[in-house]
């Protein structure tokens, strides 16, 4: 597919806000949205009118995407629009990744500032903007590690993960600096889905010998968290297994999956332990606000978690769960500029 294509999006739910959440896509590209719900035709979406199926005019687009998740509905259009030339999923996302790999080859190659000018534009005319690596990692290779993480950190959710490379050097640093400092305690993350950043903790684990607790329910949300403020959100994430994710994390006598609901899912052997380094990436108010309640008395002191989905607007209940506690806690998050917003909470040595 043409670079200048110009798309028409087909669908204004749950679909469109996970394509916006997941793929990096140009609104350059994107003439306008198509949606049978009467109640969104005229109206302004990303500076774009939502029109009928009727008012599509075939001179305006190149291509339409289909961002409905009902995959009857999805053939249906086909079926009844066959005139149109339509992307299918996988066709969007490796053309996007094409512009991703683009400038990660540029950034590793080229130094030469009217060079890295003249890429800059090129990437922005794609609607990419290049990810700062550190300069202890660019130019010192201060982490040896940084490759191989990379790779893992990557895995099984390509797309997404190369947008949010900021959020691997923070675990990177602060981990390497909590165990530089000897900061007892085990690794844990609560919210594993795929398990990109439990491969990342379960290196480190292996590195510095520590246990690893890894919690989820291996199957998407659970109904009884989709409430209150997050009353609004659909069911995602049940494209895993626990199978799946210990084939790609890996498994060893110190690392322990814990299956099920939590905090019902809680073990005494995880009651009794002191954690050094906590992942929380649940998304959504009720687990959040658990899991806090049940790491934080058992950081170590010194110890750090990192709450995912603080500030990037998809999870209001992730934001008013870390608010809550530390209101309640006398502490202060420190805020991160990667992709979603991580919160950071330290325990005072």
């Known amino acids: 597919m043409e670079s200048k294509a110009r798309i028409l999006i087909w669908g204004c739910g749950q679909g469109l806000k996970e ?23 005229g109206k ?14 075939n001179s305006a687009f190149d291509y339409i ?11 249906s259009i086909k079926s009844e629009y066959s005139q149109y030339k339509f992307i299918d999923r996988e066709e969007f996302v490796d053309w996007n990744m094409r512009q991703i790999s683009c400038f990660a080859e540029m950034a590793l190659e080229d130094n030469d500032e009217k060079i890295m000018r003249y890429y800059h534009r090129v990437l922005r005319s794609y609607g990419c903007y290049p990810v700062a690596i550190p300069d202890s990692i660019y130019f010192f290779d201060k982490y040896a ?50 398990g990109n950043n439990a491969a990342i903790l379960y290196d480190y684990a292996q590195t510095y010998d520590r246990k690893l607790f890894l919690f989820d329910t291996f199957e998407g949300f659970d109904d009884r968290d989709l409430v209150g403020v997050d009353s609004g959100q659909k069911m995602q994430f049940k494209d895993t297994s626990l199978e799946a994710v210990k084939k790609f994390v890996g498994e060893n006598s110190k690392t322990v999956y814990v299956k099920g609901y939590f905090p019902e899912s809680v073990t005494e052997e995880c009651k009794k332990e002191k954690y050094a380094f906590v992942s929380i990436d649940c998304d959504l108010y009720i687990p959040i606000k658990a899991g806090l309640e049940f790491f934080y008395p058992r950081l170590s002191k010194g110890g750090m978690i990192f709450i995912h989905d603080f500030s990037g607007c998809f999870f209001e209940g992730a934001r008013q769960a870390v608010d809550e506690y530390c209101k309640a806690n006398c502490l202060t998050p420190v805020l991160l500029p990667d992709k979603a917003g991580t919160a950071v909470i330290t325990k005072s040595l």
């Open 44 to 57: 302004s979406i990303y500076n774009c009118i939502v029109i009928s199926p009727e008012e599509i005019d």
């Open 145 to 194: 590690e940084y490759q191989n993480l990379l790779i893992k950190y990557t895995g099984k959710n390509t797309v997404n993960q190369l947008k949010d490379i900021s959020r691997l050097h923070s675990f990177m640093m602060n981990i390497n600096r909590l165990m530089q400092n000897s900061i007892e305690g085990a690794f844990a993350e609560l919210g594993v889905y795929l």
């Open 19 to 41: 394509v916006f959440e997941k793929y990096p896509i140009s609104m350059n590209n994107i003439v306008g949205f198509v949606d049978i719900n009467r109640d969104l035709w």
């Open 65 to 75: 995407f289909i961002t409905v998740k009902n995959d009857d509905v999805v053939n």
